[in-house]
């Protein structure tokens, strides 16, 4: 989700920098300019498929394609998948495959059911949060396939009509506390679902009040054939897996204790509340990254402090500010296998988590009125 509305916000005026930077900043700008170029040779074909969400979605999302630029690491993206990934930028709920730089070329998967149904082996699940691109999101999974030596499942984040209308309501500042009047309108993204011919509305979830990339993480994590020890998030990427566990604890609870047990989580950049039964947490934090602080929870300390970064994982941001993900991430699974991360207190879970606590209980609520 975009955190922030674009105009003269700190990620326009920190994207202008970086784009305008020398060197290494000019692969970024040749990433830009091809996923431009891609996004209007597909739109003709985004049009037939769903005119109501192409003319209202497609400046919004060439606008968070230059954004992921910002927020990740996007030359770890050959040119090859930079084009494989041009006609889905926007599509929320996705899955993506991909493995270690140098390894095979990745694969898009348009649901959780066609991600499953080759079962592939992954090591590590990891959800993008700020552009809400499948680049940002492919290009987070490649700076964690490449910290693991494994393949990675990325989750796309997504940005819809639900999205417009809560950032219209002053951004994704205190996103946390903003996400669940996001809920309110995902029946509206629903709703405009209807005209496409390749996104349609399942009916387990047309009018559920839970985004569909959140949907998409509860059912790969609650099947048995997707089984991966860590699970790394960026940004609002850390509330959608916060949404997502909730859920499972409150629906699944068999379900939700399976997965704590082989799960390893890494959050970077915002510390979100986990539900209490998952206690291997590190939280990766920028030390001038006061975007990250604002949403955050601030009785979560934390694990690791990145020296002069900020809220950007994009290795070439200026001056040196972007947080290194395969550097710390390594660092952070030395910390699980040396020593147990502090337990998190409950204290203020209950009041401080109540948005993902919302989420989860309208969902259940959801599920149980259409059975």
Not at 106 to 124: I, N
Not at 239 to 247: F, G, I, K, Q, T
């Amino acid at each position: 989700m975009v955190e922030s509305a674009f105009h003269n916000s700190p990620e326009t005026v920190c994207c202008t920098a970086m784009v305008e930077n020398t060197g290494a900043g000019m692969n970024t700008l040749s990433v830009i300019t091809k996923v431009q170029i891609e996004r209007a040779a597909a739109f003709p074909a985004k049009f037939a498929d769903n005119p109501i969400r192409a003319a209202s979605l497609d400046t919004i999302q060439r606008r968070n394609a230059i954004l992921d630029a910002v927020f990740y690491d996007v030359d770890a993206m050959t040119e090859e998948e930079t084009s494989d990934l041009a006609f889905w930028l926007a599509r929320e709920g996705a899955v993506i495959l991909v493995p270690p730089s140098g390894a095979d070329r990745l694969k898009v998967f348009l649901t959780a059911e066609d991600f499953l149904k080759g079962a592939p082996s992954v090591a590590a699940l990891a959800i993008a949060g700020v552009g809400s691109s499948a680049l940002g999101a492919a290009a987070f999974a490649r700076n964690v396939a490449d910290a693991i030596g494994g393949p990675v499942a990325a989750v796309v984040s997504g940005y819809g009509i639900a999205d417009v209308l809560t950032e219209a309501l002053g951004g994704f500042f205190w996103f946390g506390a903003l996400n669940s009047v996001r809920h309110a309108f995902e029946p509206l993204d629903a709703m405009t679902k209807m005209f496409s011919r390749s996104e349609h509305a399942s009916k387990n979830n047309s009018w559920t009040r839970t985004s569909k990339d959140t949907e998409t993480v509860i059912a790969l994590l609650q099947d048995k054939r997707f089984s991966p020890g860590l699970l790394v998030g960026h940004s609002k990427g850390n509330l959608v897996l916060s949404e997502a566990l909730y859920a499972l604890v409150q629906e699944q609870p068999k379900v939700a204790e399976r997965v704590s047990e082989r799960s390893r989580i890494v959050t970077i950049s915002a510390k979100i509340g986990m539900p209490s039964i998952f206690q291997h947490v590190i939280d990766v934090v920028g030390e001038w990254d006061w975007f990250g602080a604002l949403n955050s929870r601030p009785d979560i300390r934390a694990d690791l402090v990145v020296p002069h970064a900020w809220h950007s994982t994009n290795s070439n941001f200026p001056m040196g500010m972007g947080i290194d993900v395969p550097q710390f991430l390594a660092r952070a699974m030395t910390m699980f296998e040396s020593e147990a991360p502090p337990a998190r207190t409950a204290r203020l879970s209950l009041i401080l988590d109540a948005p993902q606590r919302a989420a989860a209980a309208l969902r259940k609520s959801s599920t149980s009125d259409r059975t």
